[in-house]
């Protein structure tokens, strides 16, 4: 791994005198933050006009976390830093090359080696910064994140090879140092007014917290398995035979205020998840709208879903699940408000393995997810706040997710309570001398509302719980 990073770094550096595209970004990954604008309106006229015209985009970025659990429970705190090139050419007869890599350190954090002594449980969060599957690993972690060829044809693209995706199942997922990346074949459609048609076929990916690529049947089970329906521990980790997912996905403007986008994710010989979404925009007095949205997300199992031998399946043999939610907004050029709302029935457990992204829901809130659960309710008020003539952002969101009681295995994976989460952010773009840097603060906090029967392996890293993070991101 190590080899393809110094070669990219050095393909930089041999480039670094073409033009060099600065923008700016919030504080969260995106996809355009690594896809630079080509500034070339036609072709180059020779490959080696297309490496000169290219774009260099850099980033720096230092992570802290701190999590401070109940009482004697170990608390934990991790400091990342780390920093990434990537390229990308210009146009010739229509195609593109783009490579990046990244690279992390370990610079001072607990050790994640040892388990607490009360629970017997491992940290869950601080690790996730570096490399989960090598937790002594502090300084050889680094990964080839992109490395794809790209067609572009009117206004649409196809793009083959290694690259970084946002969708509602497969995202970029990035509360840490570094997103989850996909390899594949993906496309974007933009040729019909109204409709952008977008999805491929992927048989690889590298989860955020690792430096691997993995086909997409062994990426299930990387992360904690939980529990299979019975109360026995999942078994599927290393086991789940598939060849790959398809994705696909119809966005529609209905009208000037009403879309509609449907996806759908067929993972082969282990589930399918389709979702149907609409969002209503009506303008209000004094530029103001109010936004009203639904979603549904409908599950199915296939085969064996996954394995046929049921205590190593990721999905059990016919097993489904359902779930909807509702979102209505006021927003204006400063504020935003929102109250959301979302239920998974007591059908069957959402699935969705978490190194592909996270939850698509209304209601989710950075530091906790809702999949592996079933007859669940969640409800989530969130008002987010840009201070005029600053280039201060500010957030308050609170939950409440009841959950069925932890003992009910075949609707509660995780062996996780009830719970309320409050989460404060808090954002800041540098600008004059400092231009390019972001800062950002992050508080969680999450306390218990259901019974955990003393077992304080359902308390720790999950309830009754504060976190900070601070965090810095400088692009050039």
Same mark, same amino acid.
Not at 344 to 352: A, D, F, P
Not at 356 to 377: S, V
Not at 458 to 470: A, C, G, P
């Given at each position: 791994?190590?080899?393809?990073?110094?070669?990219?770094?050095?393909?930089?550096?041999?480039?670094?005198?073409?033009?060099?595209?600065?923008?700016?970004?919030?504080?969260?990954?995106?996809?355009?933050?690594?896809?630079?604008?080509?500034?070339?309106?036609?072709?180059?006229?020779?490959?080696?006009?297309?490496?000169?015209?290219?774009?260099?985009?850099?980033?720096?970025?230092?992570?802290?976390?701190?999590?401070?659990?109940?009482?004697?429970?170990?608390?934990?705190?991790?400091?990342?830093?780390?920093?990434?090139?990537?390229?990308?050419?210009?146009?010739?007869?229509?195609?593109?090359?783009?490579?990046?890599?990244?690279?992390?350190?370990?610079?001072?954090?607990?050790?994640?080696?040892?388990?607490?002594?009360?629970?017997?449980?491992?940290?869950?969060?601080?690790?996730?910064?570096?490399?989960?599957?090598?937790?002594?690993?502090?300084?050889?972690?680094?990964?080839?994140?992109?490395?794809?060829?790209?067609?572009?044809?009117?206004?649409?693209?196809?793009?083959?090879?290694?690259?970084?995706?946002?969708?509602?199942?497969?995202?970029?997922?990035?509360?840490?140092?570094?997103?989850?990346?996909?390899?594949?074949?993906?496309?974007?459609?933009?040729?019909?007014?109204?409709?952008?048609?977008?999805?491929?076929?992927?048989?690889?990916?590298?989860?955020?917290?690792?430096?691997?690529?993995?086909?997409?049947?062994?990426?299930? !089970?990387?992360?904690? =398995?939980?529990? %299979?329906?019975?109360?026995?521990? @999942?078994?599927?980790? *290393?086991? #789940?035979?598939? &060849? +790959?997912?398809?994705?696909?996905?119809?966005?529609?403007?209905?009208?000037?205020?009403?879309?509609?986008?449907?996806?759908?994710?067929?993972?082969?010989?282990?589930?399918?998840?389709?979702?149907?979404?609409?969002?209503?925009?009506?303008?209000?007095?004094?530029?103001?709208?109010?936004?009203?949205?639904?979603?549904?997300?409908?599950?199915?199992?296939?085969?064996?879903?996954?394995?046929?031998?049921?205590?190593?399946?990721?999905?059990?043999?016919?097993?489904?699940?359902?779930?909807? !939610?509702?979102?209505? =907004?006021?927003? %204006?050029?400063?504020?935003?408000? @929102?109250?959301?709302? *979302?239920? #998974?029935?007591? &059908? +069957?457990?959402?699935?969705?393995?978490?190194?592909?992204?996270?939850?698509?829901?209304?209601?989710?809130?950075?530091?906790?997810?809702?999949?592996?659960?079933?007859?669940?309710?969640?409800?989530?008020?969130?008002?987010?706040?840009?201070?005029?003539?600053?280039?201060?952002?500010?957030?308050?969101?609170?939950?409440?997710?009841?959950?069925?009681?932890?003992?009910?295995?075949?609707?509660?994976?995780?062996?996780?309570?009830?719970?309320?989460?409050?989460?404060?952010?808090?954002?800041?773009?540098?600008?004059?001398?400092?231009?390019?840097?972001?800062?950002?603060?992050?508080?969680?906090?999450?306390?218990?509302?259901?019974?955990?029967?003393?077992?304080?392996?359902?308390?720790?890293?999950?309830?009754?719980?504060?976190?900070?993070?601070?965090?810095?991101?400088?692009?050039?």
């Amino acid at each position: 791994m190590k080899s393809f990073f110094y070669v990219a770094l050095l393909c930089l550096v041999f480039f670094s005198f073409s033009n060099v595209n600065a923008q700016h970004q919030d504080v969260n990954e995106r996809p355009e933050m690594y896809k630079g604008k080509n500034t070339n309106s036609a072709d180059s006229s020779s490959i080696l006009g297309a490496f000169k015209g290219g774009t260099v985009q850099g980033h720096f970025r230092y992570f802290f976390m701190n999590t401070v659990n109940e009482g004697k429970l170990t608390d934990y705190y991790a400091n990342a830093a780390g920093g990434g090139l990537r390229f990308e050419t210009a146009e010739f007869r229509n195609f593109q090359f783009a490579l990046s890599g990244f690279y992390i350190f370990n610079i001072g954090s607990s050790d994640m080696t040892k388990p607490d002594l009360q629970s017997g449980q491992f940290n869950r969060y601080e690790i996730g910064l570096f490399d989960i599957e090598d937790p002594n690993n502090k300084s050889d972690i680094d990964r080839l994140e992109e490395f794809y060829l790209k067609y572009n044809f009117k206004k649409s693209s196809l793009i083959f090879g290694r690259q970084l995706l946002n969708t509602p199942f497969i995202n970029l997922q990035d509360g840490r140092m570094r997103p989850t990346g996909v390899d594949g074949i993906w496309a974007e459609l933009n040729e019909i007014k109204g409709l952008k048609i977008e999805g491929g076929w992927l048989y690889s990916i590298s989860p955020r917290s690792t430096t691997r690529w993995y086909p997409v049947g062994e990426t299930i !089970g990387l992360y904690s =398995a939980g529990l %299979n329906p019975d109360g026995s521990p @999942s078994q599927y980790a *290393n086991k #789940i035979e598939s &060849k +790959g997912l398809a994705l696909i996905a119809l966005k529609s403007d209905i009208t000037r205020h009403l879309k509609l986008q449907l996806w759908d994710m067929y993972t082969e010989n282990v589930f399918n998840t389709a979702m149907l979404q609409s969002d209503l925009v009506l303008p209000l007095k004094n530029n103001s709208d109010l936004i009203v949205a639904a979603q549904i997300i409908k599950q199915d199992a296939i085969n064996d879903g996954g394995n046929h031998n049921q205590s190593a399946s990721y999905f059990l043999k016919d097993g489904k699940s359902l779930s909807f !939610g509702a979102k209505i =907004a006021i927003k %204006n050029k400063n504020w935003e408000t @929102s109250l959301n709302y *979302n239920r #998974i029935t007591e &059908k +069957g457990r959402y699935l969705l393995p978490r190194e592909w992204g996270r939850d698509p829901f209304f209601t989710f809130l950075p530091r906790e997810r809702n999949e592996g659960f079933g007859d669940l309710h969640a409800i989530m008020a969130k008002i987010d706040y840009k201070l005029p003539q600053t280039r201060l952002k500010t957030s308050l969101a609170a939950g409440y997710y009841k959950l069925p009681d932890v003992k009910n295995y075949a609707l509660n994976k995780y062996g996780f309570p009830s719970y309320s989460q409050i989460n404060s952010d808090f954002r800041y773009t540098f600008d004059k001398g400092l231009k390019g840097l972001e800062a950002q603060l992050l508080l969680v906090a999450k306390f218990n509302a259901g019974e955990t029967y003393g077992n304080t392996k359902m308390i720790i890293n999950k309830v009754n719980m504060f976190q900070s993070n601070f965090v810095l991101n400088f692009h050039f």
